[in-house]
């Protein structure tokens, strides 16, 4: 059977950010209690007319360069911040991209674990006709109550992946390990626009399904924990995968020394800490921040992934990367596009924090404000419209 993985994959966030001072003195505390604490330094903001659908977009953009689009076959959209009970937000991308019209669409849910979900499901289609693409994109902006312990973990990104056959970038293993139960650490019922979270208790349902992933993983599959050079888990803050790594070490009676465990991971935060949780998209936007920063060649290295969503459904699995992965990255796009945005003061956050919602079919145009590629340009009679910027 031919190699299946990652061939291309590309984020986005918004060109609009809160640094967590501005936050912290704002609500009159200590800016070390997130800088430090969290391991957070700022949380990406989408302008009004940005959106999951925009962000999944512009992220997708730098993929389809050439004639790939083409090609799609499948297009699987991850998110837990949907638009519409019914119509998937992919339908919308796929519009925007120019994809064909024999390419399937289908919208995942389940919470922070679904752009998992959706890269196993692209690789067995895949597998199943390797002659096929399939286009992964996950996107969400995480968005908690004012005041809240949440509201300095909020962020927005997109991310996107090509899923190959004969991959250019990770060559993703078969064998994985799942963990689920039916907990309620974090929810957010259709009648709200917030989350509701339980921190510690999602902390300790976090860690705990770590070691239940990790157990079966380490039943079906021969890869063992010293074997992984690199890790990769899901970012609801920095301080959360510090906080996995070292359980997951103890839990492996590792003899690593503390500055060595911190390099298995320290890579991978870095986009993190500068846009702040992106739900379904984090797990992946770290693997982009480790491939893109980590200053030794990867090449031939076993990563290791762990993937949690509340509620909840987790799962640990790896990858190897390929040889000549580099050449395939878009690490100077990234890099700028993070530079070039535009902090925030704390009256502007607000006014960003407040989006229009119009509930009753008022029309309303949105300001051209993203620098991005795509826009959300108005909601009128329940309907989003979506145009080139």
Request: net charge negative; glycine share 6%; aromatic share 10%.
């Amino acid at each position: 059977m031919l190699p299946v993985g990652i061939d291309k994959i590309s984020f986005y966030t918004a060109n609009y950010y809160l640094d967590l001072r501005e936050l912290a003195c704002a609500q009159g505390t200590d800016p070390e209690k997130y800088y430090v604490g969290i391991g957070q330094e700022k949380m990406g903001m989408p302008a009004h007319d940005e959106d999951i659908v925009t962000m999944a977009a512009n992220a997708a953009l730098p993929l389809f360069k050439d004639e790939e689009s083409k090609n799609i076959s499948t297009l699987l959209f991850a998110t837990e911040s949907g638009i519409d009970q019914s119509k998937a937000a992919g339908v919308y991308v796929h519009r925007l991209l120019g994809l064909n019209e024999n390419c399937r669409v289908v919208e995942l849910k389940q919470a922070c674990y679904s752009a998992t979900a959706a890269v196993q499901m692209a690789c067995a289609l895949v597998a199943r006709q390797p002659e096929k693409t399939v286009l992964v994109i996950a996107s969400d902006v995480a968005k908690y109550e004012l005041d809240s312990p949440g509201e300095a973990t909020q962020g927005c990104g997109a991310v996107a992946l090509l899923i190959k056959a004969n991959p250019k970038i990770l060559e993703i293993d078969p064998e994985v390990g799942n963990y689920t139960e039916d907990v309620m650490d974090f929810w957010r019922p259709n009648y709200r626009k917030t989350a509701i979270v339980d921190g510690k208790y999602s902390t300790k349902i976090y860690l705990k399904s770590l070691k239940k992933a990790w157990e079966h993983f380490s039943q079906s599959s021969d890869v063992r924990f010293s074997d992984i050079s690199h890790f990769c888990y899901h970012l609801p803050f920095s301080r959360m995968a510090q906080k996995a790594h070292k359980h997951l070490s103890k839990v492996n009676k590792s003899s690593l020394e503390v500055e060595q465990t911190q390099a298995q991971i320290e890579d991978s935060l870095l986009y993190n800490k500068l846009i702040g949780n992106s739900y379904a998209a984090a797990l992946f936007i770290g693997f982009t921040s480790l491939i893109e920063n980590a200053e030794q060649s990867l090449a031939g290295q076993k990563i290791g992934f762990f993937s949690y969503g509340s509620g909840c459904v987790a799962e640990f699995f790896s990858g190897t990367v390929i040889e000549g992965y580099r050449q395939q990255l878009f690490t100077q796009q990234h890099k700028m596009m993070l530079d070039s945005r535009q902090a925030l003061n704390y009256e502007e956050y607000l006014s960003l924090y407040h989006a229009p919602d119009p509930q009753s079919g008022e029309r309303i145009e949105m300001p051209s404000d993203t620098t991005g590629g795509f826009r959300l340009a108005a909601i009128g009679d329940h309907k989003r419209e979506y145009v080139e910027r």
